[in-house]
């Protein structure tokens, strides 16, 4: 019988198979990978011991990730990415999320308006002025101009894309890609250790003609859709009346909710 160790190992192997993919076709061959795993099991074994109270000394980091000390302390050095970097995209992403749910800036159909560019609501100004009053219009303009999501024509400004995935910007793409997967990693790892109950759910079918997958596709992008609108709309709402009403030693929790398609063919069944 598989040891627990041995069935969590195998599951990981199995989730990093497209990891794998995505490093090689971005020149990140095997040993700068592994070299640069090293932070990341130091950065879990020192929340590990946190989590449980231990004290977080090299030898006890060590022994529970498995780095050799000298590494431990020498990897301690190394500077962590500022994840003020991602502002922008940060800001840009709350500017659409509130042009795609907030009723005075969406159409009866529920899509998003184009915006004058100036003026009172509804305008692009006053759109980006209701998200945040620490950034300019101008600004924003320029990031959504940049990731091919929005475009000025004629003093109007239209939403290109219906949510919020880049069209350029590869930083920016990977920053998604990053942020989306670990919190559905770790709403994953956190429910089957028995520590939370996330929503964590997929409907999965095989045996399917190529037309049967693109149909579900297309379902399931129009139902996303749906599902977005209601969310972030609430989402708008609870995040205006914290910053209202609630103080700031409160408001420091964080929430993402997502979907995802995947369909590829099963060569498993040719064999």
Do not use: C
């Not at 990031?143 to 919020?164: D, I, N, Q, S, Y």
């Amino acid at each position: 019988m598989a040891t627990r160790s041995a069935i969590v190992l195998n599951a990981v192997l199995r989730l990093l198979k497209p990891v794998a993919a995505l490093l090689l076709r971005n020149g990140v061959a095997y040993p700068a990978f592994v070299a640069a795993l090293k932070t990341v099991f130091l950065e879990a074994a020192r929340e590990e011991l946190q989590r449980t109270g231990q004290k977080q000394t090299d030898s006890a980091v060590s022994l529970l990730s498995g780095v050799h000390r000298r590494d431990v302390r020498t990897l301690a050095r190394v500077e962590v990415p500022d994840e003020a970097a991602d502002e922008p995209l940060n800001l840009a992403g709350q500017v659409v999320g509130r042009w795609l749910s907030d009723p005075v800036y969406v159409d009866d159909e529920g899509q998003p308006r184009p915006l004058p560019r100036y003026g009172d609501a509804p305008s692009f100004d006053a759109l980006v002025t209701a998200t945040s009053r620490d950034i300019r219009a101008r600004a924003i303009l320029a990031e959504l101009e940049r990731l091919g999501m929005a475009k000025l024509e004629e003093g109007t400004v239209r939403l290109l894309e219906p949510g919020f995935v880049p069209r350029e910007g590869f930083d920016e793409g990977m920053a998604l890609l990053r942020d989306n997967l670990h919190d559905h990693i770790a709403a994953a790892a956190l429910n089957v250790s028995g520590e939370q109950n996330f929503l964590e759910q997929s409907v999965y079918v095989d045996q399917l003609t190529a037309e049967s997958a693109q149909h579900l596709h297309a379902l399931s992008t129009r139902i996303w859709r749906q599902a977005f609108r209601t969310v972030m709309r609430e989402a708008q709402v609870r995040f205006d009346e914290d910053q209202a009403k609630a103080p700031a030693d409160q408001r420091v929790h964080r929430a993402r909710f997502g979907a995802y398609f995947y369909a590829e063919k099963n060569d498993e069944q040719d064999s």
